[in-house]
């Protein structure tokens, strides 16, 4: 999905060149493409290579979050390199014409293929968000690991009225916790929450702290599952078990199928489900295909789904996508999140939820999206 992007960002003349780690990532990807591309041109569509499906779906957990820096990507790159096959190697890190097989077995192939996919979608990404370092570097204040961590381990100002029984191994990850939730007050810098924290301990009054900032850390958590007001449509009807959306017919007779079967799919819970209702709509939702764009919807609760036209419908990728920015016209927001940790000097990104559609490729249709949905619609 970064490919034509990036090379929309190859023409900006503004920015400043590639990092040599990223540069070397994305050729090896972009070769990987071009070969499997022509293996593909002369197969038939059942036998295809295709790097995506249900059963290889990956989720970025919150307790061990993906980061990446130039120079973790080319150590990955390195490994993938050092243990790739020799007939795999010999193309992909040179510059022959691109043969029309495999030169080994689909399964060999396919598993280092994904490999190498992996490592270019973390640079592409790299690229792609660098230029916005600041803005990913302000959104660290929106980290909520914090609030997991207490939540999760039931800590509460309870647990925190007498610093003296804490347990020696839990104060690290403690202390860590309540300045994430302290940040995520948007109340102080990293710097002044950990010295609060700090100052805390030491005076004995970790519990103030907890009741001070765990409310602001609770909403930061909930914002990302809730329908905001402003992504609630007025364009859906909610009846029985039923809710029916209407969707602007393509001009394209087979992307009625692809929209139909994937979405109506995925939105049922029970004896609940989604129908959509195909026609000609001034202000409803459509679907719009560019090349090269990362997939998005112009808003929660906005009208235009945007899919990358290089990206084919056949690979469960795209099937995974369309289901999951579907949401996002409903008003249902993201549930993972991304920033820049200046400590690391990498961005690091995870997941709230790994099966959840909302949160993760992992994911799918649950009961608290539907209780969401229905909060909004059902009423």
């Keep these: 999905e970064y490919r034509e992007h990036l090379q929309g960002l190859a023409k900006n003349k503004n920015l400043a060149p590639d990092d040599p780690a990223i540069a070397a990532s994305i050729k090896l990807g972009d070769r990987l493409s071009k070969w499997i591309a022509k293996i593909n041109a002369s197969r038939p569509a059942d036998a295809a290579i295709r790097l995506t499906s249900p059963q290889t779906r ?33 193309v992909i890190t040179s510059t022959i014409d691109l043969p029309a097989t495999t030169g ?84 102080d810098t990293l710097a002044g929450c950990k010295k609060k924290v700090d100052t805390a301990f030491t005076k004995n009054t970790l519990a103030a702290i907890y009741n001070k900032y765990f409310p602001a850390a609770q909403k930061n958590w909930n914002d990302f599952f809730l329908i905001p007001s402003s992504g609630t449509r007025s364009d859906v009807l909610w009846s029985n078990n039923i809710m029916t959306v209407p969707f ?78 579907f949401g996002h016209v409903l008003g249902l927001p993201d549930c993972y999140h991304e920033f820049y940790d200046t400590n690391l000097e990498a961005y690091v990104n995870y997941q709230l939820d790994i099966t959840d559609l909302m949160c993760s490729r992992a994911g799918n249709m649950k009961e608290r999206i539907y209780t969401e949905l229905k909060k909004a619609y059902g009423n």
């Design 58 to 90: 990956r989720g970025i957990p919150i307790e061990t979050p993906s980061i990446y820096s130039p120079s973790i990507i080319k150590t990955g790159a390195e490994k993938i390199l050092a243990e790739l096959p020799e007939a795999m190697k010999s």
């Design 248 to 325: 602007n017919t393509p001009s394209i007779p087979k992307f009625v199928p692809y929209l139909q079967n994937n979405i109506e799919d995925e939105f049922r819970f029970g004896d609940w489900k989604l129908k959509m209702n195909f026609g000609t709509f001034s202000n409803g939702p459509l679907l719009v295909f560019k090349p090269g764009v990362v997939p998005h919807v112009n808003g929660l609760g906005g009208n235009q789904i945007v899919m990358d036209s290089n990206q084919p419908i056949e690979e469960y990728e795209s099937q995974w996508t369309i289901r999951h920015e």
């Design 104 to 187: 080994i077995d689909d399964e060999t192939f396919i598993k280092h293929a994904r490999l190498l996919d992996r490592n270019y979608q973390s640079a592409a990404r790299y690229k792609s968000v660098n230029s916005y370092r600041m803005q990913y570097i302000s959104m660290a204040k929106a980290d909520v690991r914090g609030y997991y961590y207490l939540t999760q381990n039931k800590i509460t100002a309870q647990e925190l009225k007498e610093v003296a029984t804490i347990e020696a191994d839990k104060v690290a990850p403690i202390k860590d916790a309540l300045t994430k939730i302290c940040l995520n007050s948007n109340g």
